[in-house]
């Protein structure tokens, strides 16, 4: 039976995960800069030990409304194909390992920018964790409407 570990993290109170090995690291930081003329979901840019990293806020993708930068904002820094992405998210959760057979196509009831950024889901005692398409989630010039 294949598995996989995915780190999980919560974003208005919903569980969403990607592949651990997608993830550089988790952290909490809290002096982003401002992007004069970015797209809406780009929060801001930040120094990490000498490397510039921007923060793609997750709410924003999702359609929600736009995370307060004040004080520590959780971080999912994402290896791209090129530079290091972070997600801004509510909550860090857990890394956890999940079998294959366990994963399910996105339900018919998932929709708007949620149905574009989910690759499928996951049922974990009780919650549904929904499998992020990485690309897709820290991809700021596609439609948010």
Known sequence: MASRQFATFEVDGQLFGVEVHTVQEVLSYNEYTP????????????NLRGQVIAAVDL???LGLA??????????????????????????????V?????TFEPPPD???GPTRELV?????????????????????TYRATN
């Open 35 to 46: 992007v004069p003329l970015a797209p809406p979901a780009v929060g801001g840019l930040f």
């Open 59 to 61: 709410r924003v993708q």
């Open 66 to 95: 736009r995370q307060a930068l004040r004080g520590p904002v959780m971080n999912v820094i994402l290896r791209g194909d090129g530079e290091p992405v972070s997600l801004l998210v509510d909550k860090i959760g857990e890394v």
């Open 97 to 101: 390992d999940l079998d294959d057979e």
């Open 109 to 111: 009831t998932l929709s």
């Open 119 to 139: 690759v499928g889901t996951f049922k974990l005692d009780g919650r549904l964790m929904l499998a992020l398409d990485v690309n897709q989630a820290v991809d």
